[in-house]
Structure formats: structure tokens, C-alpha cells
């Protein structure tokens, strides 16, 4: 499995990335990200957390993709994370690209 590739945001549309969490219980988490429009009033919850050490991380799966993430976000996803029902979040580790540097 490869490693996450973000797609760019279209700045003309002021676009976000918000990230639906599926659905499940286990130890491995799934995520898809998904452009939204802030015109369009996107519905979503904000995550406020402490990044924690940037060493200790873990991995989740992101439209079929590896993305790793500091443990302290992990739990976080993993704890807010429903059993039946997709939960929309922004999280700024996820949601911004933190490679890019434009």
C-alpha cells in the first residue's frame, strides 16, 4: 500500500479538507478525505488536541493510502470514532498538507 498523495485545493473555490472517519471498532482506522467548499457551509466537527512527540507515530488508511500521524491524533480519531456511523472532523495534521510549503 502507498503512501498518502494529497490532491491540490481549489483556492478560487475556498476549499478545505475535512475527514470523514468510517464506520468500525478494531484497531486499524479508515478515512476518506474530501474537499469541501466553505461556501457550501460544510458540516464538520473541529479537533482541538496536543500533537504530541512527532517520533511517536501511527499510521491510518486514508482512501486506500497510508497516512501517518502522531499517536496522540490517533487515539483521538480512534476514540471519536462511531461504530455505525460516519463522523466528519477537520483536523489540522490531516487536513492541511504539512509538506507544502506554499
Given at each position: 500500500?502507498?503512501n498518502?498523495?494529497?490532491?491540490?485545493?481549489?483556492?478560487?473555490?475556498?476549499?478545505?479538507?475535512?475527514?470523514?472517519?468510517?464506520?468500525?471498532?478494531?484497531?486499524?482506522?479508515?478515512c476518506?478525505?474530501?474537499?469541501?467548499?466553505?461556501?457550501?457551509?460544510?458540516?464538520y466537527?473541529?479537533?482541538?488536541?496536543?500533537?504530541?512527540?512527532?517520533?511517536?507515530?501511527?499510521?491510518?488508511?486514508?482512501?486506500?493510502?497510508?497516512?501517518?500521524?502522531?499517536?496522540?491524533l490517533?487515539?483521538?480519531?480512534?476514540?471519536?470514532?462511531h461504530?455505525?456511523e460516519?463522523?466528519?472532523?477537520?483536523?489540522?495534521?490531516?487536513?492541511i498538507n504539512?509538506?507544502?510549503?506554499?
Open positions: 500500500m502507498s498518502y498523495t494529497y490532491s491540490h485545493l481549489c483556492e478560487q473555490d475556498n476549499e478545505i479538507r475535512i475527514l470523514d472517519i468510517v464506520p468500525g471498532n478494531g484497531l486499524e482506522v479508515h476518506e478525505i474530501k474537499h469541501a467548499r466553505l461556501s457550501s457551509n460544510p458540516h466537527e473541529a479537533l482541538s488536541y496536543c500533537w504530541g512527540n512527532p517520533a511517536l507515530t501511527n499510521t491510518i488508511i486514508c482512501d486506500g493510502q497510508h497516512l501517518a500521524i502522531t499517536d496522540n490517533f487515539l483521538a480519531i480512534r476514540q471519536l470514532r461504530p455505525t460516519y463522523r466528519t472532523i477537520w483536523a489540522d495534521a490531516v487536513c504539512q509538506e507544502d510549503v506554499n
